[in-house]
C-alpha cells in the first residue's frame, strides 16, 4: 500500500511540473508574433508534444478521451488527406501538423484540468496575464520606449500579433474573463489588478478600430450579464459602462499623440476608474449614481459637444469604427473574398486543396486585384483546405460544444465559469467566422485549451481507448519527428536566407559555407521550396562572381526542382524567369512568364514580366516580331479588364492592368521601336500619370528621345544618362534590325 502511494505521490509530482511547463507555453505563445510564422511554431510544436508524451506515459490506461479529441483526431486525418492531392505540398503538411498540435492541446488541457475549476482558472488567468503583458507592449510601444512597427499596423494597435482583427477578438476574450475574475474575487489588491488590466485591454481594443471584433464585443458583454449572478450584475454593468467611456475617450487622446503622453493618459483613467470603485466599495457613492453619470456625460457629449467639435476631437482612425455597412469598400471586399473561395471549393469539394490553398488558388478566380494569403474566414478557409469532410468535422467539432452546454444549461448543470468559457469560444469562434484569427497559431491554441475544457466531461469508455491511444502516439511521433527536423532547418538556413534577403548579394567567402546550410535545410525539410530556390540562387550568384556556366547550370537545375516543389506558386517560376533574362536567355525565360499569367491572370506581374522580355529580345536580335508579341501581351490585359464583373470595378479604381506603369513604359518603348511615335507618346503620358520612383527617369527619357525622332522640341527635361541610354538602345534595336535584313 505504501509503495502504491509512493508511486502515486510521485506521479502527481510529475503531473504538476507538466502542468507549470503547459502553462509557461501558454504564456508565452502569443508574445512570441502570435507564433504565427514557422520558424516561431517548431520549438512550441516540440515542447507540447514532449509532455503530451510525458502524460501519455503517466496516466497509461487512465486515460479517457473525449469527443472534441477524438473529432481533432479525424480532422488530422482529413488534413493528411488534403496534403495527398495539395497545390503546395510544404505548406500543406504544416497545416497537417498545426491540427496534429491542436489535437496535442485539446488532449493536455482536457487530461491536466478537465473537471478542475481551480486548475482551469490558473489556466484562464495564465491566458488573461499574457495578452495583458502583450497590450502593455503596445502602450510602451505607441509612447516610442519600443520599436513602433512590432506593435502597431498601419497606426492601429496588433500588438505581438502583427495583425490587428486577431488582436481585437483576443482582447475581447481577455476583457470577458477579466470581467468574471473581477466580480468573482474576493481580495481588494486582485480587484485593483484585474480594473487595471480591464481598463488598459479595453482601451487597446478600441485603439484596434476592429469594426468585425465590435460587432461580437457588445452582444458578448450583455450575454455576460445574463451569465452573472443577479448580485453582481450591478456592479459589472456600472464598471462597463464607466470604462467603456473612458476608454473610448482615451483611445481618441492616445491615436492623436503617439509619445510618453500616452502613459499620462492611461494613467489618468486607470486613477479615476480605482477611485470611482474605492467610493463605491466604501459606500460613499451608489452604482446607479455612477451609471447615471456616465449617461449623462454621453448626452451632453453627443447633443452639445459632438455637433460642434467632431473635426477637432474625433481622431479620423476612430470614425472608422462607425463605418459598419456594405458600402465600406473593405467590408464588400469580404464577400467577394467568400465568392471566390466558394467557387475553388465547388471543383476542390472532396478533399480539398491542403492548406495554404487558397493564397495559391485565389489568384487564378479572382475577380479583381488582391493579394490576401487567406480568405478571411475560418470556415471558407476550411472548405478551401480540407474539402467536405475537413469542413463537416470544423463544424461538428463546435456544434458538439455548443450542443453540450445547451443540454448542461436546460438541466441546469452549468456553472458560472463554464458559461464564460463557452461565451469565449463562441465569441472567438463566431468572428473567425469573418477573419483570419485561427490562421494565428496562439489564437487556436487558446481556443482548442478552452474546448479541452468544455468537453472534457463526455469522455469514451475503457474498451475505446487502447485503439485512440495509439493513434495519438502516431500523431504525436509524426508531429514531434517533422518539427525537430523542419525546426532544425530553419536552424540551418537562417544565416543564409537573412543575407540574401538583406544584402541581395552573397559574398564569395561565405557562398560554401551558405551552400552547406541550405543543402542540410534542404535534407531536412525537402518538401520546402524555398530551401532549393534559395540554393540556386547562390550557386548561380557564385557562378557569376567566378564566370563558372558549371555552376550557373546547377542553380538553374535546383531553380527547376523548387518549381516542381511548388508547381502552383507563380514566385519560384518568376524567379527562374528573372535570372535568365538576367542571363540574356530571353527566349527561355518568357514560358516561365507565361506560366506566371495563366496562375494569375487578373495581376500584372506575368505581363510585365513577359513584355519587358519581348522588347529586350527584339532590341537584341532587332526581330520585329518580338514587338508584336509584345503589343499582343498588352492587348490581353485589356481583354482581362473587359471580363471584369461591373460591380467589381470599383476595386480596380487606379490600379487596372492596362493602366499599370511598367506596362505602359513597355508598351510606349515598342511603338517608338516600330516608329509608331503618336501611339508611344500617348503610352509614355498615361504612365507618367502615377510614375513610380523606378520607372520616373526612364519614362521621361524615351518620351524626350521619341519626341526628337517626330522633329518636335521636347517637353519635358530628362536626366542626359537615361537620354543616351535610350538613343543607344534605338540604335542597337535599327543595327540589329538592318543586319536581319
Known amino acids: 500500500m505504501k509503495k502504491k502511494r ?11 511540473v507538466i502542468r507549470c511547463f503547459f502553462l509557461i507555453i501558454l504564456f508565452l505563445a502569443p508574445l512570441n508574433y502570435g507564433s504565427f510564422f514557422e520558424e516561431k511554431f517548431w520549438p512550441l510544436a516540440v515542447a507540447i508534444i514532449l509532455l503530451l508524451f510525458c502524460v501519455l506515459k503517466k496516466r497509461g490506461r487512465e486515460i479517457n478521451f473525449t469527443i472534441p479529441e477524438f473529432l481533432l483526431m479525424l480532422l488530422c486525418l ?53 495578452i495583458t503583458c502583450g497590450t502593455i507592449l ?8 519600443l520599436h513602433r512597427c512590432n506593435f502597431l499596423y498601419k497606426e492601429r494597435f496588433c500588438s505581438t500579433f502583427q495583425y490587428p482583427n486577431a488582436y481585437a477578438i483576443m482582447l475581447v476574450a ?21 480594473l487595471t488590466g480591464w481598463f488598459l485591454n479595453t482601451v487597446a481594443f478600441y485603439a484596434t478600430l476592429s469594426r468585425g471584433s465590435l460587432l461580437v464585443y457588445l452582444p458578448a458583454l450583455f450575454v455576460l450579464l445574463l451569465c452573472l449572478a443577479k448580485e453582481y450584475r450591478r456592479l459589472a454593468w456600472g464598471n462597463l459602462l464607466l470604462i467603456n467611456v473612458l476608454g473610448l475617450i482615451s483611445t481618441n487622446f492616445i491615436l492623436q499623440s503617439p509619445n510618453v503622453k500616452t502613459l499620462f493618459i492611461l494613467g489618468g483613467g486607470i486613477f479615476l476608474v480605482l477611485f470611482l470603485n474605492f467610493l463605491l466599495a466604501q459606500k460613499f457613492i451608489r452604482p446607479s449614481l455612477v451609471v447615471g453619470s456616465v449617461i449623462g456625460l454621453l448626452l451632453v457629449g453627443r447633443i452639445i459637444v459632438a455637433p460642434y467639435f467632431t473635426e477637432q476631437v474625433l481622431t479620423p482612425q476612430l470614425t472608422r469604427l462607425a463605418e459598419i455597412n456594405l458600402e465600406t469598400t473593405t467590408v464588400g471586399f469580404r464577400f467577394y473574398l467568400y465568392q471566390d473561395a466558394w467557387q475553388i471549393f465547388q471543383k476542390h469539394w472532396l478533399l480539398g486543396t491542403g492548406a495554404d490553398g487558397w493564397i495559391v488558388l485565389c489568384r487564378y478566380v479572382q475577380g479583381h486585384l488582391y493579394n490576401s494569403a487567406y480568405a478571411h474566414s475560418s470556415l471558407f478557409q476550411t472548405m478551401v483546405e480540407s474539402g467536405l469532410p475537413g469542413t463537416l468535422l470544423f463544424l461538428g467539432l463546435f456544434g458538439f460544444v455548443l450542443g453540450q452546454q445547451i443540454w448542461r444549461w436546460k438541466r441546469q448543470k452549468s456553472t458560472a465559469l463554464e458559461k464564460v468559457v463557452f461565451l469565449v469560444v463562441s465569441v472567438i469562434f463566431l468572428h473567425s467566422l469573418i477573419d483570419l ?14 474546448v479541452g ?36 532547418a530553419c536552424f540551418y538556413s537562417y544565416q543564409a536566407l537573412a543575407s540574401l534577403r538583406i544584402n541581395q548579394l552573397v559574398k564569395l567567402t561565405m557562398a560554401p559555407q551558405y551552400e552547406q546550410d541550405l543543402s542540410r535545410a534542404q535534407k531536412l525539410a525537402p518538401l520546402n521550396p524555398l530551401y532549393a530556390s534559395h540554393l540556386g540562387l547562390i550557386k548561380i550568384a557564385k557562378g557569376f562572381q567566378q564566370d563558372s556556366t558549371t555552376e550557373i547550370e546547377e542553380g538553374l537545375q535546383h531553380l527547376e526542382r523548387a518549381i516542381a516543389l511548388a508547381p502552383y506558386q507563380y514566385e519560384t517560376y518568376v524567379t527562374k524567369g528573372v535570372v535568365l533574362g538576367q542571363l540574356k536567355r530571353y527566349e527561355e525565360a518568357i514560358p516561365y512568364f507565361e506560366q506566371v499569367i495563366t496562375l494569375m491572370p487578373m495581376q500584372n506581374s506575368g505581363y510585365q514580366y513577359a513584355m519587358e522580355n519581348y522588347v529586350q529580345l527584339a532590341i537584341a536580335s532587332g526581330q520585329k516580331k518580338h514587338l508584336d508579341l509584345a503589343r499582343q501581351i498588352y492587348f490581353r490585359t485589356v481583354e482581362q479588364m473587359q471580363k471584369v464583373e461591373p460591380e467589381r470595378l470599383a476595386y480596380w479604381e487606379g490600379e487596372k492592368l492596362n493602366e499599370a506603369v511598367f506596362l505602359n513604359y513597355y508598351a510606349g518603348v515598342v511603338e517608338c521601336l516600330e516608329g509608331e511615335h503618336e501611339k508611344a507618346n500617348a503610352y509614355f503620358a498615361l504612365a507618367l500619370r502615377e510614375p513610380s520612383p523606378v520607372m520616373y527617369e526612364e519614362l521621361r527619357a524615351w518620351t524626350v528621345v521619341n519626341q526628337e525622332m517626330q522633329g518636335l522640341t521636347p517637353t519635358l527635361k530628362a536626366n542626359p544618362f537615361y537620354v543616351k541610354f535610350a538613343r543607344d538602345t534605338m540604335r542597337k534595336f535599327r543595327l540589329n534590325a538592318e543586319g536581319q535584313a
Not at 101 to 114: D, H, P, R, V
Not at 138 to 145: K, P
Not at 437 to 450: Q, R
Not at 463 to 479: E, K, M, P, Y
Request: aromatic share 18%.
Open 6 to 16: 509512493h508511486i502515486k505521490s510521485k506521479i502527481q509530482i510529475k503531473i504538476k
Open 78 to 130: 482529413s488534413y493528411f488527406l488534403s496534403f495527398l492531392v495539395a497545390v503546395s505540398p510544404h505548406q500543406a503538411y504544416v497545416g497537417f501538423l498545426k491540427y496534429i498540435f491542436y489535437f496535442a492541446i485539446c488532449f493536455l488541457a482536457g487530461q491536466l484540468w478537465g473537471g478542475d475549476p481551480k486548475g482551469q482558472k490558473k489556466v484562464l488567468l495564465t491566458m488573461l496575464s499574457a
Open 138 to 145: 503596445t502602450f510602451l510601444a505607441q509612447a516610442n520606449f
Open 437 to 450: 484569427d485561427l490562421s494565428f497559431t496562439a489564437v487556436a491554441m487558446y481556443l482548442f485549451v478552452l
Open 453 to 488: 475544457f468544455l468537453g472534457s466531461e463526455y469522455r469514451f469508455k475503457p474498451a475505446d481507448n487502447q485503439s485512440l491511444r495509439f493513434v495519438s502516439l502516431i500523431l504525436a511521433s509524426v508531429l514531434f519527428i517533422s518539427s525537430l527536423s523542419m525546426g532544425l
Open 174 to 194: 481577455t476583457i470577458l474573463l477579466t470581467i468574471y475574475f473581477y466580480v468573482v474575487s474576493t481580495k481588494k489588491w486582485a480587484r485593483g489588478l484585474l
